[in-house]
């Protein structure tokens, strides 16, 4: 084995762990918190709200 594989190998580990610790800075920090606790709650409206009247169910029987 060439002795280049080590070197290629060492720095590609060491970008893919620099993404992921951007990635979960990113994803942890305090300005995207409102963002996803709102995606959170998207899969239990069912029920219509001031902002979105229209139900899931009332949305498939509009469709043709």
Request: aromatic share 10%; with cysteine; charged share 20%.
């Amino acid at each position: 084995m060439n002795e280049i594989w080590g070197h290629l190998t060492g720095v590609i580990i060491v970008v893919m762990m620099f993404t992921f610790i951007c990635i979960w800075a990113w994803a942890w920090s305090g300005r995207h918190k409102k963002a996803f606790l709102r995606m959170a709650e998207l899969p239990m409206e069912d029920e219509p709200t001031a902002e979105n009247p229209q139900t899931d169910a009332d949305a498939k029987d509009a469709q043709p």
